[in-house]
């Protein structure tokens, strides 16, 4: 792959203004490593200020509502998360499936409407400890892939997969390299199934308990494309370790 490697931090439910130093510091880092394209993906009262004041790095929402018709309070379409700056959205991430009952269906309508407005989409899919123990673990990603999967001839060009095991995400447990390889060679070729030769080019990231320490093991497993940094992308100084690894590996 001669992409340079995707370095995406999900901030989850943080980020208060005093987080903005963080985000300007991982920018200026991002000048220096010039081999990771970096990314960070704030709360949704972030995006504009962090958007306003980082230069380099990309910035994205971690969800979005489809417009529908209906009113939706308390909800933020995929136009105005564009409007706000954003340039991308995650869809899916496990903490929506679980605690907001977020399914396939309704995750492939988001990454729709998400591209149809012209931002990018991260899909992220995983299995459950239970399913990677009894040996089902690539069906069960397998089958929450063809569901959640965007339609549509361009949609592979702006679309990027996650690979984030629900089981290692926060826990401080990770797969290993070859177990990472084994899922991300599976989604590889279920994207050029559905997409054909335009998903050659799509980024497959890994996600869950990515730290300084493991950052550089885990980016050299096969078809790893970047990674999904949640808690180790909240300070400057652990996810410059985490980018400092990939701009080496992207050398
Ligand atoms: P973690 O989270 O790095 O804290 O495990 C990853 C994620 O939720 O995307």
């Known amino acids: 792959m001669t992409q340079r490697p995707y370095i995406v931090g999900n901030w989850k439910m943080n980020g208060m203004r005093a987080m903005l130093g963080e985000a300007r510091a991982i920018d200026r880092a991002a000048?220096?490593?010039?081999?990771?394209?970096?990314?960070?993906?704030?709360?949704?009262?972030?995006i504009h200020a962090i958007r306003r004041e980082a230069q380099l790095i990309g910035v994205g929402a971690q969800n979005c509502q489809p417009e529908d018709g209906l009113e939706h309070t308390g909800e933020i379409s995929p136009a105005?998360?564009?409007?706000?700056?954003?340039?991308?959205?995650?869809?899916g991430h496990c903490e929506r499936r679980a605690h907001h009952h977020e399914t396939d269906a309704m995750i492939k309508a988001k990454a729709e409407?998400?591209?149809?407005?012209?931002?990018?989409?991260?899909?992220?899919?995983?299995?459950?400890?239970?399913?990677?123990?009894?040996?089902?673990?690539?069906?069960?990603?397998?089958?929450?892939?063809?569901?959640?999967?965007?339609?549509?001839?361009n949609a592979a060009e702006k679309l990027t997969v996650a690979y984030e095991p629900i089981w290692a995400v926060g826990s401080g447990r990770t797969p290993t390299p070859?177990?990472?390889?084994?899922?991300h060679r599976m989604i590889r070729s279920q994207?050029?199934?559905t997409y054909g030769e335009g998903a050659a080019a799509v980024r497959i990231l890994y996600g869950g308990s990515v730290n300084v320490e493991n950052a550089a093991e885990l980016?050299?497993?096969?078809?790893?494309?970047?990674?999904?940094?949640?808690?180790?992308?909240?300070?400057?100084e652990s996810f410059l370790g985490i980018i400092a690894a990939a701009a080496e590996r992207g050398s």
């Open 191 to 193: 994207l050029m199934e």
């Open 31 to 46: 000048e220096r490593l010039i081999k990771a394209e970096v990314a960070l993906a704030p709360p949704f009262t972030m």
């Open 178 to 183: 070859d177990e990472i390889g084994a899922v």
């Open 80 to 91: 105005m998360v564009k409007d706000a700056g954003a340039g991308f959205v995650i869809l």
């Open 113 to 153: 409407a998400a591209l149809a407005v012209g931002l990018g989409v991260i899909v992220c899919v995983g299995e459950t400890g239970e399913q990677r123990k009894a040996g089902q673990a690539e069906q069960a990603i397998a089958a929450r892939l063809k569901g959640s999967l965007p339609g549509g001839d």
């Open 219 to 236: 980016l050299s497993a096969d078809e790893v494309g970047g990674v999904l940094v949640g808690g180790a992308s909240r300070s400057a």
